[in-house]
């Protein structure tokens, strides 16, 4: 146990406000479904959501990926965000107590496969595209140089090894090609490649924000690009898609926009509201991200990876998309 993770236990107790107002005040813990006619599981072409609809609020649902304005397929399983990937689904979700969260591991046909406990409100996640290695982003209290302000850690589990990184601030760092440590270090946002061994995310320290590259083998991130915030990689694992502070100032809010990992050009995207989300790609052309419509509703909205078009309505009254098959 470490001095942060100590800390962030005793935070616990003031998450508990930012639980209430994420919209987490249940307690369902089904391992079955509903929708008998229309069975949800993770097999596609579908999206899979987040619903935030008055008749299904906080549940995972599903809609076909040719039609999101058809039926919704809904789950049984209440969850804060969700996501999937190679037959492996996520749900971040509250664990009983007020201030206790897991992240409930889903296996095809959306049963419980394994639950890891989580310090801190779940915030984000995502799988890698085999369904090997599941990722986590937490909100903690308590570090002494925050100042009362939450903080973030991120951590990862590789499904088929057992093999836990519990945050990636345990991992050694190098900023602009020098070995960097400070009191300060928060990630989120992990993204994974193809390899299953390396992975993108976002650090920052000194109030700056980094995109980094991690190597789970070597236990090593590195920093690429300066504000970059919540990657999501793209299927041909060449881009990024992200959001970044307006003139590095998150009280600006943020633009959402692609980097190309190869030349690092950035490219904006036509959606010029401030998303303040983990974009997703849908299809290799394609990024999915959630625009709050009011307290505690959202809708899923797309936009053209390339710069071009304008934004359009996906699934209303849903958010925390992921594409299936």
Same mark, same amino acid.
């Given at each position: 146990?470490?001095?942060? =993770?100590? +800390?962030? @236990?005793?935070? /616990?107790?003031?998450?508990? *406000?930012?639980?209430?107002?994420? %919209?987490? $005040? #249940? &307690?369902?813990?089904?391992?079955?479904?509903?929708?008998?006619?229309?069975?949800?599981?993770?097999?596609?072409?579908?999206?899979?959501?987040?619903?935030?609809?008055?008749?299904?609020?906080?549940?995972?649902?599903?809609?076909?990926?040719?039609?999101?304005?058809?039926?919704?397929?809904?789950?049984?399983? =209440?969850? +804060?965000? @969700?996501?999937? /990937?190679?037959?492996?689904? *996520?749900?971040?979700?509250?664990? %009983?107590? $007020? #201030? &206790?969260?897991?992240?409930?591991?889903?296996?095809?046909?959306?049963?419980?496969?394994?639950?890891?406990?989580?310090?801190?409100?779940?915030?984000?996640?995502?799988?890698?595209?085999?369904?090997?290695?599941?990722?986590?982003?937490?909100?903690?209290?308590?570090?002494?140089?925050?100042?009362?302000?939450?903080?973030?850690?991120?951590?990862?589990?590789?499904?088929?090894?057992?093999?836990?990184?519990?945050?990636?601030?345990? $991992?050694?760092?190098?900023?602009?090609?020098?070995?960097?440590?400070?009191?300060?270090?928060?990630?989120?946002?992990?993204?994974?490649?193809?390899?299953?061994?390396?992975?993108?995310?976002?650090?920052?320290?000194?109030?700056?924000?980094?995109?980094?590259?991690?190597?789970?083998?070597?236990?090593?991130?590195?920093?690429?690009?300066?504000?970059?915030?919540?990657?999501?990689?793209?299927?041909?694992?060449?881009?990024?898609?992200?959001?970044?502070?307006?003139?590095?100032?998150?009280?600006?809010?943020?633009?959402?926009?692609?980097?190309?990992?190869?030349?690092?050009?950035?490219?904006?995207?036509?959606?010029?509201?401030?998303?303040?989300?983990?974009?997703?790609?849908?299809?290799?052309?394609?990024?999915?991200?959630?625009?709050?419509?009011?307290?505690?509703?959202?809708?899923?909205?797309?936009?053209?990876?390339?710069?071009?078009?304008?934004?359009?309505?996906?699934?209303?009254?849903?958010?925390?998309?992921?594409?299936?098959?």
């Amino acid at each position: 146990m470490t001095r942060r =993770t100590v +800390l962030a @236990v005793v935070g /616990a107790v003031v998450l508990t *406000t930012v639980a209430v107002g994420y %919209g987490v $005040l #249940t &307690t369902a813990r089904d391992r079955t479904t509903v929708a008998a006619a229309n069975t949800p599981s993770l097999t596609g072409p579908r999206i899979m959501f987040r619903s935030t609809a008055s008749d299904s609020k906080g549940h995972l649902a599903l809609i076909a990926k040719d039609d999101p304005a058809g039926p919704r397929s809904v789950s049984a399983l =209440t969850c +804060l965000r @969700v996501y999937a /990937a190679g037959g492996t689904g *996520t749900c971040l979700r509250q664990d %009983g107590a $007020l #201030t &206790t969260f897991q992240i409930a591991i889903l296996d095809r046909s959306l049963n419980v496969a394994k639950a890891i406990p989580l310090v801190g409100v779940p915030n984000r996640t995502r799988v890698s595209g085999d369904g090997r290695l599941v990722a986590w982003t937490v909100f903690v209290a308590g570090d002494s140089y925050n100042h009362g302000r939450f903080s973030t850690r991120a951590g990862l589990i590789d499904l088929g090894s057992g093999d836990m990184v519990d945050s990636l601030e345990f $991992l050694s760092v190098t900023l602009d090609g020098h070995p960097y440590t400070a009191p300060d270090l928060n990630f989120w946002g992990i993204t994974f490649t193809a390899d299953d061994n390396h992975f993108y995310a976002t650090m920052s320290t000194r109030g700056h924000r980094y995109l980094v590259e991690g190597d789970i083998a070597a236990k090593t991130v590195r920093t690429v690009a300066k504000n970059v915030e919540c990657p999501s990689l793209s299927p041909d694992g060449r881009r990024i898609a992200f959001k970044s502070a307006v003139d590095g100032d998150p009280a600006k809010g943020w633009q959402l926009s692609v980097l190309d990992l190869s030349s690092g050009a950035r490219t904006p995207l036509a959606e010029t509201r401030s998303v303040d989300d983990q974009p997703a790609w849908l299809d290799p052309n394609t990024i999915g991200y959630a625009v709050p419509r009011a307290a505690g509703d959202s809708d899923v909205w797309t936009v053209p990876a390339d710069g071009s078009g304008s934004p359009r309505l996906l699934i209303p009254h849903a958010e925390s998309p992921a594409a299936l098959g």
